[in-house]
């Protein structure tokens, strides 16, 4: 159920949001809670402190709705705000928009539109919340995060975390944009870096989609982790998803042709997760590290554009689930003895 701050001073509002949302509040979609200014919400605020979204008006007594963003912004980072007011003149938006506030509805209410921006902002704080949760979970500060999910974090359960290092099981991914080097040795700085990044967040997406990580980028490549029930299952899952939408991408941007494709290398088992760097630089990372990971990285190596190449090992784990060809034998480096490899097809 999520719950829903409404600030206002005017009673009949909390009567056409009880009636309007009637069926949400029956079947316990939403719960309201309800403040008559800023500093009744802020009381409101302590006591439940599962509110995700709230509602204010900007004109009341006490504490008015802009007063009230700057004071949620300072203690309530997680939460998200929309202001529902009839001052919908651009300063009062640009106002409200550089203290914190998500969004705006202009009074006379239009519910309709009013229930989708609930839903939108509620997505959002879903978005915030599971990223901080895979932060906490995975110990990592390495992926791109928005700040109010760094403000919310208890300093010191973080760094306690930090000096844990475990053994765990784990699958690893290398995604690979083939021909990108070439790109960026012939091309304008900016529009290879831009390039780069946007083909980054179309990868980054689908590994998050699986539960995954990104434990490093790596020039054009990615280093993605995936923990927990069925790692390797949902790593060929986002893998498949990378290359599928790679691969729906136009060949050019607006200043750069390029066709892209990965090659992907998977590889599952044990690996050891720590926090490794330098002491005397004061630049550590937490990431895994062994066997599962190099090997992760040399199947990459043997891939072809368009290929997700895994071991006989792994093969044997998924062949019920995912359509597999046999590739053959190839000797990895490092490697004492030629491995068996496979191509996950679909």
Same mark, same amino acid.
């Given at each position: ?5 409404? $600030?206002?001073?005017?009673? %009949?509002?909390?009567?056409?949001? !009880? ?62 705000? $929309? ?80 000096? !844990? ?50 434990? !490093? ?67 550590? %990372? ?48 490092? !490697? ?11």
């Amino acid at each position: 159920m999520a719950k829903i701050l409404v $600030v206002d001073d005017e009673a %009949d509002l909390e009567i056409l949001i !009880k009636q309007k949302f009637r069926k949400q509040i029956r079947e316990n979609l939403y719960e309201f809670i309800f403040a008559k200014n800023g500093r009744h919400a802020l009381e409101q605020l302590e006591i439940h402190n599962d509110v995700e979204v709230v509602l204010s008006d900007i004109n009341m007594p006490e504490m008015d709705g802009l007063t009230l963003l700057s004071k949620l912004n300072e203690k309530h980072t997680l939460l998200k705000s $929309v202001i529902v007011s009839a001052y919908g003149d651009m300063e009062n938006i640009r106002t409200a928009m550089n203290r914190g506030a998500f969004d705006f509805v202009t009074k006379p209410v239009d519910f309709n539109d009013l229930e989708l921006t609930i839903e939108k902002t509620l997505k959002h704080v879903k978005h915030l919340r599971e990223t901080l949760k895979a932060i906490k979970e995975n110990n990592i500060l390495k992926m791109y995060v928005d700040e109010t999910v760094l403000n919310y974090m208890d300093t010191r359960e973080f760094e306690s975390s930090l000096l !844990k290092n475990e053994t765990v099981e784990a699958t690893v991914a290398f995604i690979d944009i083939c021909g990108f080097t070439a790109i960026s040795e012939n091309e304008k700085p900016d529009d290879v870096v831009k390039l780069l990044n946007s083909l980054f967040d179309v990868m980054v997406k689908e590994i998050l989609n699986q539960g995954g990580f990104v434990d !490093k980028f790596i020039g054009d490549a990615i280093m993605a982790v995936f923990r927990s029930d069925f790692h390797l299952d949902r790593a060929i899952d986002a893998c498949l998803a990378v290359r599928s939408q790679i691969e729906k991408l136009p060949g050019h941007s607006d200043h750069v042709h390029f066709r892209p494709k990965v090659s992907i290398g998977i590889n599952s088992g044990e690996v050891v997760s720590g926090n490794i760097g330098s002491h005397g630089l004061k630049r550590l %990372d937490y990431t895994v590290i062994g066997d599962v990971v190099n090997t992760a990285q040399r199947l990459q190596s043997a891939a072809s554009p368009g290929q997700i190449v895994i071991n006989e090992k792994a093969y044997e784990k998924v062949k019920e689930s995912f359509q597999c060809r046999k590739v053959g034998e190839v000797s990895l480096k490092n !490697k004492s003895r030629a491995e068996v490899i496979w191509e996950v097809v679909e």
